[in-house]
């Protein structure tokens, strides 16, 4: 297989070259920064409009609704919406409103249907959002159901993940916003053949940003987690890569350690390491020895002070992994045990307080280092999205 930017063995010998020395790849610059960009309503409406508003993020993966009439619904920084596999396999995004006098027409936070009946007056949709029926029609007057129908809001399915841009009035292109390297890495990866086999929600009292910017970080692992996490990864040594709107980053695993005297020589080293992909402007996906962990922050409709955090383990199929269904669920039952133990007790606190902190009237400002080179690429990208008209 051809390798998309810098060989895998070559960015491993660059972070074990850091970490011999003591050092880390780093950003050109460090970043002042100030705190209203995680408590001020107006920013927060900019970044709903033309950060999520602007350019595709991932909603889930496409396993997640297989079978045609398939749908969940979620609220979107801009929109309340329905997603569901169409007949024809495609998927569409429907804003979960009715059109009549503007009910939800879909409650339920998953499941399989026919169509979208309304709970109100029940008018009735197609899955396609295709207005399909008008109670006691006789008497409702001419209602020019042509534009009766449920809105949509571009969606497209790539490398396995469902994409949605929240403005109905944009379109979408999301090999275009990946760029060729990010898209080609995806591709690599070949998540289509993968599923979801479990999806955590936390609702949180932070910021998106503040949330996000935790898992781009390598730089706290040894601090705010030294009996889990640090047992592990090494803190602050990563091998970087830049790709504009996304970057990825590797860091290694203490299981390395022996090579960091003796010399490696050609030896195959990854599974030493772990890959972090940062998919902009909201998700990371991590590359683990035997599956996928996709992480996605979305801001709150209109409080900067709350976010939504959804994690997603991406695995083989119980076929192809090859193990009974019994050994199978209960390696992922594990795998988002420790995962999550990790997050409420040692992550989950420090940014609550972080976000509290940041909303006192006298919050300082802020900084970013050098060495916080995936944080800076976050908050360079957030910030070009934001200050475009
Ligand atoms: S609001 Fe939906 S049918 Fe009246
Ligand atoms: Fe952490």
Redesign the pocket.
Not at 98 to 103: L, Q, S, T
Not at 118 to 123: A, I, V
């Given at each position: 297989m051809t390798e998309v930017g810098i060989p895998t063995e070559e960015r491993i010998r660059r972070a074990l070259d850091h970490l011999r020395n003591d050092t880390t790849d780093e950003y050109e610059h460090l970043t002042w920064f100030e705190p209203n960009e995680f408590v001020d309503p107006a920013v927060a409406k900019l970044e709903r409009d033309r950060v999520f508003g602007r350019v595709p993020t991932i909603v889930a993966h496409g396993s997640e609704i297989p079978k045609p009439g398939d749908f969940f619904t979620l609220q979107m920084p801009r929109n309340n919406v329905i997603v569901v596999r169409q007949r024809d396999g495609s998927v569409k995004t429907l804003v979960n409103q009715?059109?009549?006098?503007?009910?939800m027409?879909e409650k339920e936070e998953k499941g399989r249907c026919r169509l979208f009946s309304?709970?109100?007056?029940?008018?009735s949709y197609d899955t396609d959002g295709t207005l399909r029926t008008i109670?006691r029609d006789n008497t409702f007057g001419d209602a020019d159901r042509d534009n009766r129908n449920l809105v949509q809001l571009p969606t497209e399915e790539r490398h396995g993940f469902i994409w949605v841009v929240d403005d109905a009035d944009a379109s979408i292109d999301v090999a275009d916003w990946l760029g060729p390297e990010m898209d080609a890495i995806l591709a690599s990866h070949d998540l289509g053949s993968k599923v979801t086999t479990r999806v955590n929600v936390f609702e949180e009292p932070v910021n998106w940003k503040l949330m996000q910017d935790a898992f781009l970080d390598g730089y706290h692992i040894q601090y705010a987690h030294p009996n889990t996490a640090a047992k592990h990864i090494h803190t602050n040594v990563m091998a970087f890569e830049d790709f504009g709107h996304h970057c990825r980053f590797m860091n290694l695993r203490k299981t390395i350690d022996r090579w960091i005297e003796e010399d490696p020589g050609d030896r195959d080293l990854v599974e030493h390491t772990t890959e972090t992909h940062f998919l902009g402007p909201n998700s990371t996906l991590l590359r683990q020895p035997d599956h996928y962990q996709l992480l996605t922050f979305r801001p709150h409709p209109t409080d900067p002070q709350q976010s939504r955090m959804e994690i997603r383990l991406i695995c083989p199929t119980v076929e192809d992994s090859g193990l009974t269904e019994e050994r199978y669920n209960r390696l992922w039952d594990k795998n988002v045990e420790i995962l999550i133990a990790v997050l409420h007790n040692e992550d989950f606190p420090i940014l609550r307080d972080s976000q509290r902190a940041m909303a006192s009237a006298n919050a300082g400002n802020m900084v970013l280092g050098r060495n916080e080179v995936a944080n800076q690429v976050f908050r360079r990208e957030v910030q070009k999205l934001v200050g475009q008209d």
């Open positions: 009715c059109r009549h006098r503007g009910a027409v309304c709970p109100y007056h029940r008018w109670t």
